[in-house]
């Protein structure tokens, strides 16, 4: 308590003492600032990101690539891919989107579906807009509703063929920033590999140097979503650089603290 009292006694009477104290609680508040970038960066780092990618040739995506790549550490799934249109008939009217579709592993692993039961499609917002346009659905759906599109079982017509009565889902996390209408199905793995020409890769873990990419390409695939790879990467490096800089004011707070406090007496 004594020495309390002496210091604010001293903060009064000494510009010195109020420089260290100015110091000392900059540094600290700096210092709180700097975790809380470090802790930002690290889940940025550990976030789940997809990347596409394409054959480097004629062939397709080999099993050995896939197989190469599965076994990367920081890789959480694999899985072939193509697009394709899906045409949804619904009380008299037609809705034509692109689709995706991904095996029945990845959609269950990476996005947390059910694929049992009913085909079931994955739309977006953009989508789910569509369809109110056309009559389909007369209530907005949001993050507190059900998002399960009850009610609306269309007719869809995918690759040429009559495939039956599909339900849908209003998944908008599964497309990310994706504006256009979508959709995402699954499949089995003998369609998927009657088009080896794509595969999507769920990883859990990107570097700063994208040294992680560079060894998913080693495989001898190309990346498809380059634009969405240097997204993360350019994100990663400017939380790194704002971590670095504010390291930086933190340790020379502490600093002239000390130095004042060392060469002043006080």
């Known amino acids: 308590m004594r020495y309390i009292k002496d210091f604010l006694i001293k903060r009064k009477q000494s510009d010195v003492v109020k420089l260290i104290t100015l110091f000392v609680l900059a540094g600290m508040v700096m210092l709180g600032m700097t975790m809380q970038k470090g802790i930002a960066l690290y889940k940025l780092t550990k976030q789940l990101t997809e990347y596409v990618f394409m054959s ?3 062939g397709g995506v080999t099993e050995n690539q896939i197989y190469y790549i599965q076994n990367l550490e920081y890789v959480e799934a694999v899985s072939r891919q193509y697009e394709t249109e899906l045409v949804l008939g619904y009380m008299g009217t ?3 989107l692109p689709c995706r579709m ?3 592993e990845y959609i269950e692993n990476i996005y947390g579906q059910s694929t049992l039961g009913m085909q079931t499609f994955y739309v977006n ?3 789910y807009k569509e369809m109110q346009n056309a009559g389909w659905c007369s209530y907005v759906a949001d993050e507190n509703e059900e998002h399960v599109l009850a009610g609306i079982l269309p007719e ?3 690759d040429g063929l009559d495939n039956g009565v599909a339900r849908l889902e209003l998944e908008p996390q599964i497309f990310g920033d994706e504006g256009m209408s979508s959709a995402v199905g699954a499949t089995d793995k003998a369609t998927l590999s009657e088009h080896p020409e794509m595969i999507r890769v769920a990883v859990t873990e990107n570097d700063l140097t994208g040294e992680n990419l560079r060894n998913l390409e080693k495989s001898g695939v190309v990346l498809v ?9 350019w994100e990663q490096q400017a939380e790194y650089l704002r971590l ?3 390291a930086v004011i933190t340790i020379l707070c502490f ?3 000390w130095s004042l406090k060392k060469y002043s007496g006080s």
């Open 244 to 246: 670095k800089y504010e």
């Open 255 to 257: 600093v002239a603290a």
């Open 225 to 233: 979503n380059e634009t969405e790879a240097n997204r993360v990467i």
């Open 56 to 58: 480097g040739t004629s």
């Open 102 to 104: 991904l095996s029945r």
């Open 156 to 158: 869809y017509n995918m």
């Open 125 to 127: 917002q953009a989508a």
């Open 94 to 96: 037609e809705l034509i």
